[in-house]
């Protein structure tokens, strides 16, 4: 985790490590954008920006001062409320099933969307967004399909949570 | 000498990435420093930029503290500016909205007790930003791509006085089936500034003045925040005036 202040010694610790990616991790810090893409190329996992975050949360927080602080919190992990991510297991009872048979209201779990492997779907009527590895889908529907492997996104209280995810372990949702 | 209402004091790395952020948001910011050098840097990126010496309360006075300005940010590379900043400004206007930069917790407390009304440690954010990295990578990923990545917006929308939306029980506002966006809570400034989950299972009415906290794509909420505004939101036929 090269995370000292001058990109350029991030960079050069890169190079050897860079060997073992498998083994690393390498999660960059860097405060001049055109030097992230060259810490990628060096091997770098992932990069993290001082600055522009807090460029991204105070003009944020300038604007909108009672949402900032609302959802701030919850990102931050500063309240019992918070955002998790509850997996569903291959061959899982809930697979097949749709999401209104969740029902999330009943759990005091609200769902910010579920995160699926493989491409995103061109023709879905649900509003998607690549990522690396699979696409998240905002905000889908009652009728929306789970699948082996479905991340879903969830913003709630941490016993809310605890509570879904252990009956999804024991594959009952009562 | 500018006129706008929201100033940057520090054209430092920081000072720049918050001019680019407020900018893209359609805030026009102007950049003070006593450093001439950073100033040329930053009028050279494009942004509105000036030196001036914070130290003279009346050079404060005379670029709008106290008066039309409403936000500055103290993005000083030195505590001991920003703490200076801080006192002279809140001494004029008791009401401006102060936010600064911090580097440890203990000068964020000195940065509250001079008077800041947000104090943000670029620092913390990042080591919490690695954390997750490595905990939670999945959901990191999703939401630098969407939240973070501006795809996906909050917003806040105050409920009118008037509103078809008083007296409608929280946990009964169905609006992510009209708008492809989600509810998450309310704000009521009266109880605090907590926010008050949608399915927490408290029994909440609206209020004019309760602040409701949304997430989803920018053109639904501009759609919503207009209905709200046009009193455009009417309960389901066969629906009890609780629900919406």
């Known amino acids: 985790m090269p995370l000292g202040a001058p990109e350029v010694g991030n960079g050069f610790l890169d190079g050897p490590l860079g060997k073992g990616r498998i083994l690393y991790n390498l999660i960059h810090r860097w405060n001049h954008r055109e030097n992230a893409s060259k810490l990628t190329r060096a091997g770098a996992t992932h990069c993290v920006a001082p600055y522009e975050v807090f460029g991204l949360i105070a003009a944020e927080y300038a604007g909108q001062p009672v949402a900032f602080e609302a959802v701030y919190g919850l990102l931050a992990g500063q309240s019992n409320e918070g955002i998790e991510a509850v997996r569903l297991k291959p061959n899982h009872p809930m697979v097949g099933r749709t999401l209104g048979d969740m029902n999330f209201k009943a759990r005091k779990l609200i769902l910010f969307g579920v995160i699926r492997e493989?491409?995103?779907?061109?023709?879905?009527?649900?509003?998607?967004?690549?990522?690396?590895?699979?696409?998240?889908?905002?905000?889908?529907?009652?009728?929306?399909?789970?699948?082996?492997?479905?991340?879903?996104?969830?913003?709630?209280?941490?016993?809310?949570?605890?509570?879904l995810r252990e009956n999804l372990e024991k594959g009952v949702l009562s | 000498m500018s006129s706008r209402e929201t100033l940057i004091f520090g054209c430092g790395a920081l000072g720049h990435q918050v001019g680019i952020q407020l900018t893209e948001r359609g805030i026009d910011p102007y950049l003070y420093s006593d450093n001439l050098d950073e100033v040329g840097k930053m009028t050279a990126k494009g942004l509105?930029?000036?030196?001036?010496?914070?130290?003279?309360?009346?050079?404060?006075?005379?670029?709008?503290?106290?008066?039309?300005?409403?936000?500055?940010?103290?993005?000083?590379?030195?505590?001991?500016?920003?703490?200076?900043?801080?006192?002279?400004?809140?001494?004029?206007?008791?009401?401006?909205?102060?936010?600064c930069v911090s580097e440890s917790a203990a000068a964020s407390k000195r940065l509250k007790a001079a008077g800041a009304t947000k104090v943000i440690d670029p620092y913390e954010i990042s080591g919490h930003r690695v954390h997750e990295l490595i905990a939670r990578p999945y959901l990191v990923e999703m939401l630098e791509h969407t939240m973070y990545g501006k795809q996906i917006d909050v917003a806040e929308i105050e409920v009118p006085a008037d509103s078809g939306l008083s007296g409608v029980r929280l946990d009964r506002l169905e609006l992510s089936q009209r708008y492809n966006l989600i509810v998450l809570g309310v704000v009521d400034l009266e109880m605090g500034n907590q926010l008050i989950f949608c399915n927490s299972g408290f029994e909440h009415h609206l209020d004019p003045g309760d602040i409701l906290v949304v997430i989803g794509l920018k053109d639904e909420i501009i759609r919503l925040k207009q209905d709200v505004a046009g009193n455009r939101l009417e309960p389901e036929p066969g629906s009890d005036t609780q629900s919406l």
Request: glycine residues 8%; proline residues 3%.
């Open chain 1, 118 to 163: 493989g491409m995103c779907g061109l023709d879905s009527p649900v509003s998607n967004f690549r990522l690396q590895k699979g696409c998240f889908y905002f905000n889908p529907g009652e009728d929306f399909i789970l699948q082996d492997n479905d991340l879903l996104v969830l913003f709630g209280h941490k016993y809310s949570m605890l509570h």
């Open chain 2, 48 to 99: 509105n930029a000036g030196v001036l010496d914070y130290t003279d309360d009346d050079n404060l006075r005379n670029v709008g503290i106290g008066s039309w300005v409403k936000t500055i940010f103290c993005l000083f590379s030195e505590e001991a500016k920003n703490l200076f900043l801080t006192l002279s400004v809140r001494s004029l206007d008791p009401n401006l909205k102060i936010i």
